[in-house]
């Protein structure tokens, strides 16, 4: 595999070095290459893949920088929801399934991806068990909302999330941070830039976090082992002329976390808990986890997760031409989660899923110039992606074999002789291919057209083998064997069309129609459960569409005053909604369809030089309109039973209708040094998690912020005391429904510390 994946990478970078030996142009600014100018204070995107001012830009952006995103409490990808009205990231389990105005999975499976998509230094980001990491060098991070299946693929069907870290410099920057606050939260990182030569540059970076549980263990006592997390990235810049440039990249990212799994019943409905209540079970003695933060489970939960990665991007410049860039690339995840089902600390159906996979990436695009009013960009796609369950198995003994008990099995879950096992060893590959191009035309100077589309076309191969027995006669990992039925190919052109209107260059006025597009899936869960019987295994999910129509406008007033408005309408289509019946049942199914319309404003004003403020927001009004035949699970006593209900006109799960944040940001300086106040306020007007809406968050508002001194004795220093979550309101971080309860954990509460900062 080493070997496969090396050559691979070389046959990337000698791919670059074909366009990097043609001839470079004497050297111009990025302002020449694009006919546009930057001043002090404007926002430079690239959601277009070129660089441009994000007023400028036809697409509803959030755009955070670096600094502000460390002074908005933003530690991890977890935390960007606090900074983009309309992006919400709740945890399906233990994986991140981030969703922009309603648009999101509700669950996830081997081989599967989110339908937003997440690049992080230019590369997708196709597993979901690398999405939360630490983010000690970041640079800038842009949300685009609406569909954004032209340039950023299939998996973009509610937007894209484009994360950029510190590139290595040809002057010497740094930054280093170490921050310690209660429950034992202590955390280091930084990173350092720099030149080797007049061609050579570097960035390295790192991070390194603790923290002590939040969640209270009723049955041991004391609390969940908490946060342990890290990362690191090396990176190396040649530059050997102004016009052309080759970056390497590695990566390492660790996230572990008990607290995710450290779940409770949700208003006490869990088998367990009522087997205990009307005595099935006997559990004198045994305290029931009632209130947040606190967990009963029989197994000590975790979830550990690990990737790391590798990539190469060239990118040669062309005088009056445009810009080449490549994107070659290797990811390598593995994740374990280690959970209790139920909730309760009745041995009843405990969880180990360990899901190793890898992606090889190859991108090719061209940006071009203004050729004489016409702009061009066109890229072509590749993607090799398998995942598996290596197992995925449940411990269902009690039930079977031996009298139920509640005493706690012992860390880290392992299944004991006579234990009765259900689960499967799965194997998902995927091939992609996607081209896609987008041309504008300047109509007049002040009005321009534009018009795109993508054609995706990806084959899949699914592998399958169920496990049910008793241990040792049942092997927890047998080898998955193909689906009887072959490979299936999922394709879709997806268009854009966009009309701008710049009357001046403080102003932007447009209207735009595009489509998203999720591929379909295969249940791999369902394959050869019944062989040789293939008719008998459910079709494969049909891909999801979204067609988008928006009309926003973009401006500034009097040098102060960034507004930003966006109105929309989306037809939601062929909806994929994940059904978890454990152990082997659980499916994917189509909704018939959903409606989306809502609106968003982003406001910053800049009141004095010393004086700034942020407000923004998004409304939705979401709903299935039409999904008849929706597998709900409702209470029955003894957990959930699981029925068939018409759920059109429910609101779509994961879908607030009101999210607002804002910051205010104050700094004042004085002859000792600069003084700083920070406070980032957030609202949402409640959110459901299930079809049915019958699990919900209630409203909740939170406030971060943070109290700074920079002192001037020590240029570069800051001295920070901050705050997050200090409202304490006790705000689900993950919730789980399925037939043997309905169990959650919580994000967590106050929190409050100091820190030491240092840059360069």
């Not at 000792?672 to 920070?678: C, E, K, N, S, Y």
Request: charged share 15%; net charge neutral; aromatic share 12%.
């Amino acid at each position: 595999m080493r070997k496969t994946v090396i050559a691979k990478l070389a046959a990337g970078t000698c791919l670059f070095g074909l366009v990097i030996a043609q001839p470079a142009y004497a050297a111009d600014d990025e302002q020449a290459q694009t006919g546009t100018s930057f001043n002090e204070g404007d926002i430079v995107v690239t959601a277009q893949r070129r660089e441009e001012r994000q007023r400028d830009v036809p697409i509803s952006i959030t755009a955070v920088t670096g600094d502000t995103l460390a002074k908005s409490g933003v530690v991890s990808t977890l935390d960007l929801a606090k900074i983009a009205p309309g992006l919400q990231l709740p945890l399906y389990g233990a994986f991140v399934l981030p969703s922009i105005r309603g648009i999101s999975a509700n669950a996830t499976a081997v081989g599967d991806s989110p339908n937003v998509a997440v690049y992080v230094d230019g590369v997708y980001q196709s597993s979901v068990s690398a999405l939360n990491t630490e983010m000690p060098d970041t640079e800038m991070v842009q949300v685009l909302k609406g569909p954004q299946g032209t340039l950023y693929g299939q998996n973009a069907a509610g937007g894209a999330i484009i994360i950029d870290t510190v590139a290595p410099s040809f002057e010497w920057k740094g930054k280093f941070t170490a921050s310690y606050g209660n429950r034992n939260d202590h955390a280091v990182s930084g990173f350092v830039a720099g030149p080797i030569s007049d061609t050579l540059a570097f960035e390295l970076s790192g991070a390194y976090h603790r923290r002590d549980g939040f969640n209270h263990d009723l049955l041991r006592g004391g609390y969940d082992r908490g946060l342990r997390a890290g990362s690191g990235r090396a990176k190396l810049l040649w530059q050997p002329s102004d016009r052309a440039s080759l970056q390497l990249t590695a990566f390492y990212n660790e996230h572990n976390d008990t607290g995710v799994y450290s779940n409770a019943p949700l208003g006490g409905n869990s088998l367990g808990n009522a087997m205990c209540l009307f005595g099935v079970v006997d559990c004198t003695g045994v305290p029931l986890a009632t209130k947040p933060y606190t967990y009963s489970t029989n197994t000590l939960a975790d979830t550990r997760a690990r990737s790391y990665g590798f990539s190469a991007r060239g990118k040669i410049e062309f005088d009056d031409i445009g810009t080449i860039s490549t994107v070659t690339a290797y990811n390598n995840t593995y994740a374990v989660d280690l959970s209790d089902s139920d909730g309760s600390p009745v041995n009843l159906v405990d969880f180990t899923i360990k899901i190793p996979g890898h992606d090889f990436i190859q991108e090719l695009n061209f940006a071009s110039t203004n050729l004489g009013g016409i702009t061009l960009s066109a890229g072509l796609f590749y993607m090799n992606k398998v995942e598996r369950y290596a197992p995925y198995w449940s411990n269902l003994s009690p039930g079977f074999l031996a009298p139920f008990t509640a005493l706690p099995s012992v860390y880290p879950n392992a299944p004991a002789p006579g234990s009765f096992l259900s689960g499967q060893t799965s194997r998902y590959d995927k091939k992609s291919y996607a081209a896609y191009f987008e041309v504008s035309y300047d109509l007049t100077s002040k009005l321009t057209l534009s018009a795109g589309g993508r054609y995706a076309y990806e084959k899949v191969q699914a592998f399958n083998t169920p496990t049910f027995g008793i241990l040792p006669l049942a092997a927890p990992n047998p080898l998955p064997l193909a689906d009887p039925r072959g490979s299936y190919t999922f394709k879709k052109f997806t268009p854009k069309a966009v009309i701008r209107y710049r009357p001046d260059d403080d102003n932007t006025l447009y209207a735009s129609f595009s489509q998203g597009f999720k591929s379909g899936y295969v249940n791999t869960n369902q394959i050869n459960a019944c062989a040789p019987l293939p008719t008998c295994i459910p079709a494969p999910v049909k891909p999801e569409t979204v067609d988008a129509f928006e009309v926003g406008y973009k401006g500034r007033i009097a040098n102060a005053l960034d507004v930003n408005l966006a109105a929309f309408h989306y037809n939601y289509k062929d909806i994929q909604v994940f059904t978890f019946t454990p152990p082997a049942a659980s499916t994917f199914k189509n909704a018939a369809a959903g409606r989306i319309n809502g609106f968003e404003f982003d406001l910053s004003w800049r009141a004095t030089s010393e004086l700034s403020f942020k407000f923004g927001g998004t409304y939705l009004d979401a709903k299935y309109t039409k999904f008849p035949n929706a597998d709900v699970f409702l209470p029955s006593g003894f957990g959930n039973t699981e029925t068939i209900q018409d759920v059109s006109g429910k609101r779509l799960m994961r879908t607030p209708e009101w999210a607002l944040n804002g910051s205010i940001n104050y700094r004042h300086e004085t002859s000792v040094g600069a003084f700083g106040l920070f406070a980032s306020p957030s609202f949402v007007s409640g959110i459901c998690f299930d079809t049915n809406n019958r699990i919900c968050q209630s409203a909740y508002a939170q406030l971060d912020g943070e109290l700074s001194f920079e002192p001037s004795a020590i240029p570069g220093a800051r001295i920070v005391i901050w705050g997050r979550n200090l409202t304490d309101k006790a705000i689900y971080q993950s919730v789980l429904e399925s037939a043997v309860g309905d169990s959650g954990s919580y994000a967590q509460p106050r929190s409050y510390g100091a820190r030491l900062e240092y840059q360069f």
